[in-house]
């Protein structure tokens, strides 16, 4: 925090979740919705998080599950999936023409669809009650958030709002969402003052797990951000990586999708839209083990 100029810098670990990411909280929500209404197998999409997730809630439940993925979902993220018990189905190159597929099997194959963003909310709002707890309740000034679909951190601020309305936390903290450069609809849409577009081309990324097209909470996205008087910003390949060394200095390994925080933090400092006295929660939203494809090609030993 001192090398970057922060105040006091934290980062939300969540990685220690027990399949790697993030995504936990939300599949343990999903799956308890599933065997509510009977379901006796499921289908998700994803580029590899909620993959894992998904199958091993929903394997410990006693639910077929099977994983929809696009072409290029890490080797890692796949492993995972399948040791948990998992069928997977490759479709398509990118996580919007899988959710379609998804979506497809549901409909005409009787597949419970896991993905609702609705009951994952419930469970990822999970992210910030922790971080308030654990801060004991002292709200920080900034909390950095990648954005995928944008389900997190319109969690986050959901379970910040409810806080502040029951008095658990005296002030409510600025949220701040980060897309890598070429998946950044939503940040295009809110600078611009704009309707969200969809991304149309592929382009080459270290941040699989967030590089996607037509990210399904962009509105409530960019309606947290101008409640929370935040940020939305894009960060590059390079300043990823760069980011996620930094984090390994400090002991943390995350996923690139995870760095992309941090690089969004640091450029937000540099350019004084962070204070020097402010605190900030940096959320790591999965592992490094979870890519390490991605890391061996940039580290390249």
């Known amino acids: 925090e001192k090398k970057l100029g922060f105040g006091k810098l934290y980062i939300k670990n969540e990685g220690e ?28 999409a994803s580029t590899g998080n909620m993959a894992a997730s998904i199958s091993a809630y929903g394997s410990k ?7 929809v993925v696009p072409e290029g979902t890490p080797i890692e993220k796949l492993v995972q999936a399948v040791v948990y018990g998992a069928k997977i189905k490759i479709h398509g190159s990118t996580y919007d023409e899988a959710l379609a597929e998804s979506e497809r099997m549901a409909k ?38 990648p954005i995928g679909a944008g389900t997190h951190l319109r969690a ?9 309305e029951v008095g658990l936390i005296e002030k409510l903290p600025k949220i701040a969402g980060v897309q890598i450069k070429g998946y950044d609809a939503i940040v295009r849409a809110w600078k611009e003052k704009k309707p969200i577009t969809p991304i149309k081309e592929k382009k080459p990324t270290v941040a699989s797990a967030i590089a996607v097209k ?8 960019i309606k947290a951000i ?19 060394m930094m984090l390994g200095k400090e002991g943390l390994f995350v996923e690139p999708s995870s760095a992309t925080a941090l690089a969004l933090a640091k450029t937000m400092r540099e350019e ?8 900030v929660v940096i959320v790591a939203t999965g592992h ?14």
Do not use: C
């Open 17 to 44: 979740n027990p399949t790697g990411a993030f995504k936990d909280r939300g599949s343990s929500v999903e799956i308890t919705k599933a065997l509510e209404f009977h379901a006796r197998k499921v289908v998700v």
């Open 61 to 67: 439940a006693g639910l077929e599950v099977t994983i």
């Open 108 to 145: 005409e194959e009787s597949y419970y669809l896991t993905g609702n963003y609705h009951y994952r909310v419930e469970g990822q709002k999970s992210t910030a009650f922790e971080i308030f707890d654990q801060l004991r309740f002292d709200s920080p000034d900034w909390i950095v958030v």
């Open 156 to 164: 986050i601020w959901k379970a910040a709002k409810e806080f502040y």
């Open 214 to 221: 037509a990210p399904v909470d962009g509105e409530n996205v």
């Open 226 to 244: 101008d409640e929370s008087k935040g940020y939305l910003g894009t960060v590059t390949n390079e300043g990823t990586m760069e980011a996620g």
């Open 272 to 279: 004084g839209i962070i204070d020097r006295d402010e605190s």
């Open 288 to 301: 490094g083990l979870k890519d390490t494809k991605t890391w061996e090609n940039f580290i390249k030993f």
